[in-house]
């Protein structure tokens, strides 16, 4: 699966494990920036277009996701869910639940990992799970979708 990767300052060293860590599962990493640590850079500018990427493979019907990386992930998810198409989950740690159902009952299709409460086991793990995770195609859950 192609999943689009983006960070600031906050995320910029852990997008570059996971990224990494997707080829390695045989993933098809695409690096949107930051390129190189600037802890004067702005989240919108990284975060904007790898949701802008996923909701233009979404009407190609093409399979794709987004994950983006800043300190709390709050902003750059809502950043991404500003994008039509766009369901943009967000994970800090704590329970893996939340990922799962962010995928199963939500069907996200961008994870924002918030850097500075995760560590990178942790954000492996998460990862893996969202990834692994299809939607349940459930009716109310479409229904709801549908709405917005």
Do not use: C
Not at 68 to 93: C, K, P, Q, V, W
């Amino acid at each position: 699966m192609k999943i689009y990767l983006g960070a600031d300052h906050a995320g910029f060293e852990l997008k570059q494990k996971v990224k990494q860590f997707l080829e390695q599962t045989g993933h098809e990493a695409v690096d949107l920036g930051a390129f190189s640590l600037n802890q004067n850079d702005d989240y919108p500018d990284f975060i904007t277009p790898v949701a802008k990427e996923v909701a233009h493979d979404l009407t190609q019907s093409i399979e794709s996701r987004g994950i983006i990386f800043g300190g709390s992930g709050e902003g750059e998810a809502m950043a991404a869910n500003r994008i039509d198409g766009i369901r943009a989950a967000e994970y800090y740690g704590g329970p893996l639940d939340i990922v799962k159902l962010s995928r199963k009952h939500n069907n996200a299709n961008v994870l924002s990992i918030g850097a500075r409460f995760v560590k990178e086991q942790e954000a492996m793990d998460a990862i893996k799970l969202w990834l692994e995770t299809p939607f349940s195609n459930g009716e109310r859950h479409v229904r709801r979708i549908m709405k917005f």
